[in-house]
C-alpha cells in the first residue's frame, strides 16, 4: 500500500461545477498537508498548505483535512477553465527536508469543461 | 530570474549516452530538491541537498545517477550510460531551507526522451 493515495482520473466536469480532490494517507506521523497545482509542461506550484483538522479557505478553494480519518480534500468552487490542470497532495512529517520533506500523490488530472 | 531554472527544457538522447541536466535555485534557498516524474506515477523524490552537501541520496535508483552543488547554488544532476526507463521529466525545486514545511518552488522541468 502506498502512504498516499490519489484517484489519478481524469476528472471532467462542466464549467461552474463544485469540485472535490482527495487523498487519503496511511503514515499518520504527517503533519503537514499541501495541494500543488501543475499545468501541463510546467512545474508544480503550491496552492494550499494545511496542518490543522478542519477547513482552510482561500478564494475559491478550501482545504480539508481530517486527521482521524487520515484524509484531505481540495474544493474548488465555481470552476473555471483555467482550472484544468494535474493536482497533486502532499504531505511532511516535518522531519526537516531529504526524502521525509514530502511525500507526493499521483496527482489527479481535472478538466474543466467551458 | 526571480524563479528556477532548468535547463535544458528538452533532451533527446541515444540509449548509452550520458547527460547532464543543470538546476539554478531561486538566490538565498538553501535547500535543493531533484525529482523525477514519469506518465502515471507521480514524482519521485531523487535528491535533496542542503547547501553544498547531500545529505540524503536515498532516491537515486541506481550508480548511474549522481548529482552534485557548488557554490551552495547551481545543482548538477547526471546520468551515465542511460536507458530508455530514464525516460522522465526531471524536476528541480528549491526551499528557503531550515524547518521545513514543505513551501517548495518548482523549476519547468527537463524532458529527458532516450531512444
Known amino acids: 500500500q502506498k502512504e498516499v493515495e490519489q484517484d489519478p482520473g481524469p476528472l471532467s466536469v462542466p464549467e461552474g461545477a463544485i469540485v472535490s480532490l482527495n487523498c487519503t494517507y496511511s503514515?499518520?506521523?504527517?503533519?503537514?498537508f499541501m495541494w500543488y497545482r501543475q499545468y501541463s509542461r510546467k512545474g508544480p506550484e503550491l496552492l494550499m498548505y494545511?496542518?490543522?483538522?478542519g477547513n482552510k479557505e482561500d478564494g475559491r478553494f478550501t482545504a480539508q483535512l481530517n486527521k482521524a480519518s487520515q484524509y484531505v480534500s481540495l474544493l474548488i468552487r465555481d470552476s473555471q477553465p483555467s482550472d484544468s490542470a494535474t493536482y497533486l497532495c502532499?504531505?511532511?512529517?516535518?522531519?526537516?527536508?531529504?526524502?521525509?520533506?514530502?511525500?507526493f500523490g499521483k496527482g489527479t488530472h481535472l478538466i474543466i469543461q467551458p | 530570474g526571480a524563479g528556477v531554472s532548468q535547463s535544458p527544457s528538452n533532451k533527446v538522447t541515444e540509449k548509452g549516452k550520458d547527460v547532464e541536466l543543470r538546476c539554478d535555485p531561486i538566490?538565498?534557498?538553501?535547500?535543493l530538491y531533484w525529482y523525477r516524474q514519469s506518465l502515471g506515477q507521480g514524482l519521485e523524490f531523487l535528491i535533496y541537498?542542503?547547501?553544498?552537501?547531500?545529505?540524503?541520496k536515498s532516491g537515486l535508483p541506481s550508480d548511474r545517477f549522481s548529482a552534485e552543488r557548488t557554490g551552495g547554488s547551481v545543482s548538477t544532476l547526471t546520468i551515465q550510460r542511460t536507458q530508455q526507463e530514464d525516460s522522465a521529466v526531471y524536476l528541480c525545486?528549491?526551499?528557503?531551507?531550515?524547518?521545513?514545511?514543505?513551501?517548495?518552488?518548482f523549476g519547468e522541468g527537463s524532458r529527458l526522451t532516450v531512444l
Open positions: 525545486a528549491s526551499s528557503l531551507g531550515g524547518w521545513y514545511t514543505g513551501e517548495l518552488f
Open positions: 503514515n499518520s506521523a504527517f503533519q503537514y
Open positions: 494545511t496542518y490543522s483538522s
Open positions: 502532499a504531505m511532511s512529517a516535518g522531519s526537516g527536508g531529504g526524502a521525509d520533506g514530502l511525500t
Open positions: 538566490s538565498g534557498h538553501t535547500a
Open positions: 541537498f542542503q547547501g553544498n552537501s547531500a545529505p540524503d
